[in-house]
């Protein structure tokens, strides 16, 4: 379930004409919001300008997301699931019970609530337990055996603009699909396919070292 700022941010980089408008200051947010829109059937107004508006616009930004990114830490984690629930308290609060009474590490489970769904990532082997508690007509989406990517940087990239964006389309222009993506504070966590965790670890190692 991909969110409006991941569409609009794989369709600037889709553009390279529309993606040096954004860099030079020059586009008019309001056409280019409407524009994306069109093409890609999203409703959401504001938010489809808001991403736009944080995506980053000058080599200063380049550079200073560059600089931030030297001084991260990359994890990697195998064996992870996600499971897309409706959005609602019921599910909130079953989710929240259910990992508390199972799950005694927090680090191994997290609870990402949306608009449109919630998401609960979790272990491989706490899946089965988790998901038999829910009615089928509650999951939207849900898969298991998938990577995580844990990019923890200093608390300095809370005033770098598009530094997400950044990352995640370094990613997405190396192929490598974003199942999930939740950034929070200091820490960017992306969930991949597995046979795409190699590749992505070494696209960031390779944005760290140069």
């Known amino acids: ?28 947010y309001s056409s280019l919001a409407r524009k994306i829109m069109n093409e890609m059937k999203i409703s ?10 944080r995506m980053p ?11 931030a990114l030297k001084n991260s830490k990359i994890e990697t984690v195998t064996g992870v699931s996600y499971i897309v629930l409706k959005s609602s308290s019921e ?12 799950v005694k590490d927090y680090n191994q489970y997290r ?9 609960v990532v979790i272990d491989d082997h706490e899946y089965d337990r988790i998901i038999n508690n829910f009615q089928r007509g509650e999951v939207i989406e849900k898969k298991r055996g998938m990577g995580e990517i844990i990019i923890t940087s200093r608390d300095d990239i809370t005033f770098i603009r598009g530094y997400v964006a950044y990352v995640s389309n370094i990613l997405a222009v190396n192929d490598i699909n974003l199942l999930q993506l939740v950034s929070f504070y200091t820490d960017i966590t992306v969930i991949i396919d597995t046979k795409d965790m190699a590749k992505a670890f070494n696209v960031l190692m390779n944005e760290i070292e140069t």
Do not use: H, W
């Open 1 to 28: 379930m991909n969110s409006i700022s991941s569409t609009v941010r794989e369709y600037v980089y889709r553009n390279p004409t529309i993606k040096d408008a954004l860099m030079m200051g020059i586009v008019n």
């Open 44 to 53: 959401n107004f504001e938010a489809v300008e808001t991403a736009l508006k």
């Open 57 to 67: 616009r000058d080599e200063k930004d380049i550079g200073n997301i560059k600089r």
């Open 91 to 102: 599910n909130i609060k079953k989710a929240a019970s259910l990992l508390s009474s199972m």
């Open 111 to 119: 609870i990402i609530q949306g608009i449109q769904g919630t998401v």
